[in-house]
């Protein structure tokens, strides 16, 4: 998607004041609710996880149920005031918003039982098959439109998760996971998006898959899509690429460790650096041993916290490319216009709660700034699905997209092990002590 930046008078005078931008309102959000969870308010976050239908009860419990209705309360509060700023119709909002959080609720119990989590199924997929099945039976209704407001949840929620990306944790990985995280993150996500480019995929969607094959799957895909100002029907595609393709490799690894012979560590190494979520790292590590499992979070971590820098790095090369070779260069003001504010308060948050804050109270409410970042992120899947049909993400492309990602993916498989061996295998290095 090109962008033009030369803007007429007339529209800079509709342009609404920089307090009353979607962009902005997301980061007050965020920013205020990581202060209310600071100083005063720390709510009991609802539980998903269940096992069978008997233990579904527990879910559906009421002190559960009220948990997740005095969340979703604040959720609420919070983005009926932000509509109000941005002038939109609160009354039809307010039910509206109601109608997604349960939505979102309802994704998070169905990713929240135990095989489906083993299998590495998130709460996204989940929200964006609810929002789809809903847009392709019934329609959405009126009075659910207003309330579909994508860009708002995912910016408010990469606010959150800014205060989660912890630099301890890169410095706690070691030179070895740094070195390690560092590589794969820069090799593989020029290697994604050459790949995107030589199969004529679009930039703004070889962006996205590149960032999402090479640091951490769907959290870099938002970021990605985020700092880009993307389509989210090319991050639901993304996202559903993701998910889809972490299945079968989350049974291919722990079997080709076994397989192949490959050292405890190395193989925590390349399953840390390749599987996209900390979670289906932890369980394909737990297959191997301990200290596979352990060696592959290290890995984890350093590429979890490149996502900043990642956000941060795309936010200022998209805004600063040009649009054509006829095309103005943007002004200082036209960057700054342009470039999406929400990664300042990504990074900001990632920084105090790094560098300024107590690292046991950091500790201590990391658990709560993870839900509440989950149900932004599950409010934005359930509106791509309210706003996109089926037909456009099979169609995407004629499946080049699908060709580039397993392509990259398949890359990032070789490449990590090749490094894993390198680093964590005595070949360059003692081996490391990690128990």
């Given at each position: 998607?090109?962008?033009?930046?030369?803007?007429?008078?007339?529209?800079?005078?509709?342009?609404?004041?920089?307090?009353?931008?979607?962009?902005?309102?997301?980061?007050?959000?965020?920013?205020?609710?990581?202060?209310?969870?600071?100083?005063?308010?720390?709510?009991?976050?609802?539980?998903?996880?269940?096992?069978?239908?008997?233990?579904?009860?527990?879910?559906?419990?009421?002190?559960?149920?009220?948990?997740?209705?005095?969340?979703?309360g604040v959720f609420l509060a919070l983005s009926t005031v932000a509509?109000?700023?941005?002038?939109?119709?609160?009354?039809?909002?307010?039910?509206?918003?109601?109608?997604?959080?349960?939505?979102?609720?309802?994704?998070?119990?169905?990713?929240?039982?135990?095989?489906?989590?083993?299998?590495?199924?998130?709460?996204?997929?989940?929200?964006?098959?609810?929002?789809?099945?809903?847009?392709?039976?019934?329609?959405?209704?009126?009075?659910?439109?207003?309330?579909?407001?994508?860009?708002?949840?995912?910016?408010?929620?990469?606010?959150?998760?800014?205060?989660?990306?912890?630099?301890?944790?890169?410095?706690?990985?070691?030179?070895?996971?740094?070195?390690?995280?560092?590589?794969?993150?820069?090799?593989?996500?020029?290697?994604?998006?050459?790949?995107?480019?030589?199969?004529?995929?679009?930039?703004?969607?070889?962006?996205?898959?590149?960032?999402?094959?090479?640091?951490?799957?769907?959290?870099?895909a938002i970021a990605a899509c985020g700092a880009i100002q993307g389509?989210?029907?090319?991050?639901?595609?993304?996202?559903?690429?993701?998910?889809?393709?972490?299945?079968?490799?989350?049974?291919?690894?722990?079997?080709?460790?076994?397989?192949?012979?490959?050292?405890?560590?190395?193989?925590?190494?390349?399953?840390?650096?390749?599987?996209?979520?900390?979670?289906?790292?932890?369980a394909a590590g737990q297959q191997i041993s301990e200290a596979a499992?352990?060696?592959?979070?290290?890995?984890?971590?350093?590429?979890?916290?490149?996502?900043?820098?990642?956000?941060?790095?795309?936010?200022?090369?998209?805004?600063?490319?040009?649009?054509?070779?006829?095309?103005?260069?943007?002004?200082?003001?036209?960057?700054?216009?342009?470039?999406?504010?929400?990664?300042?308060?990504?990074?900001?948050?990632?920084?105090?709660?790094?560098?300024?804050?107590?690292?046991?109270?950091?500790?201590?409410?990391?658990?709560?700034?993870?839900?509440?970042?989950?149900?932004?992120?599950?409010?934005?899947?359930?509106?791509?699905?309210?706003?996109?049909?089926?037909?456009?993400?099979?169609?995407?492309?004629?499946?080049?997209?699908?060709?580039?990602?397993?392509?990259?993916?398949?890359?990032?498989?070789?490449?990590?092990?090749?490094?894993?061996?390198?680093?964590?295998?005595?070949?360059?290095?003692?081996?490391?002590?990690?128990?």
């Amino acid at each position: 998607m090109r962008h033009d930046f030369r803007v007429s008078t007339s529209q800079r005078q509709e342009t609404p004041a920089w307090w009353r931008t979607e962009d902005w309102l997301a980061v007050f959000t965020g920013i205020l609710m990581l202060v209310a969870v600071l100083v005063f308010w720390r709510p009991v976050m609802p539980a998903f996880k269940w096992t069978t239908t008997a233990s579904l009860g527990t879910v559906f419990s009421s002190s559960n149920t009220f948990a997740t209705f005095a969340v979703g309360g604040v959720f609420l509060a919070l983005s009926t005031v932000a509509m109000g700023f941005m002038r939109s119709n609160v009354g039809r909002f307010v039910p509206g918003f109601v109608g997604v959080f349960v939505l979102a609720w309802v994704a998070q119990i169905m990713a929240g039982q135990t095989t489906i989590q083993a299998w590495g199924l998130e709460y996204v997929i989940f929200g964006l098959i609810l929002g789809l099945l809903i847009n392709h039976t019934v329609g959405v209704p009126d009075w659910l439109r207003e309330a579909v407001r994508t860009e708002y949840y995912i910016k408010s929620g990469l606010v959150i998760l800014g205060a989660t990306i912890l630099f301890q944790e890169l410095l706690q990985a070691g030179a070895l996971g740094l070195a390690q995280g560092a590589m794969v993150v820069s090799v593989v996500w020029y290697a994604a998006y050459w790949l995107s480019r030589k199969l004529r995929v679009d930039e703004e969607l070889g962006v996205m898959m590149a960032t999402a094959v090479s640091i951490c799957g769907v959290s870099a895909a938002i970021a990605a899509c985020g700092a880009i100002q993307g389509d989210r029907k090319k991050l639901s595609y993304v996202t559903s690429l993701v998910l889809i393709v972490a299945v079968p490799m989350m049974v291919f690894m722990p079997w080709a460790v076994k397989a192949w012979h490959i050292p405890e560590l190395v193989a925590g190494a390349w399953m840390g650096g390749t599987l996209d979520t900390s979670g289906s790292v932890v369980a394909a590590g737990q297959q191997i041993s301990e200290a596979a499992m352990k060696t592959g979070v290290i890995v984890k971590f350093s590429q979890n916290v490149l996502i900043g820098v990642a956000a941060f790095v795309l936010s200022l090369w998209w805004t600063m490319r040009s649009s054509g070779a006829n095309a103005e260069k943007p002004t200082a003001r036209v960057i700054w216009e342009r470039f999406p504010k929400f990664v300042l308060g990504f990074m900001g948050a990632s920084l105090v709660f790094s560098f300024v804050l107590d690292p046991a109270l950091v500790k201590t409410i990391k658990p709560t700034l993870n839900g509440l970042r989950n149900f932004w992120f599950a409010l934005a899947f359930v509106s791509i699905g309210l706003e996109t049909h089926f037909g456009d993400l099979i169609r995407m492309d004629q499946g080049r997209p699908a060709m580039a990602f397993t392509g990259a993916q398949a890359f990032n498989v070789v490449w990590t092990l090749l490094l894993a061996w390198l680093l964590f295998g005595g070949v360059l290095f003692a081996v490391p002590v990690i128990r």
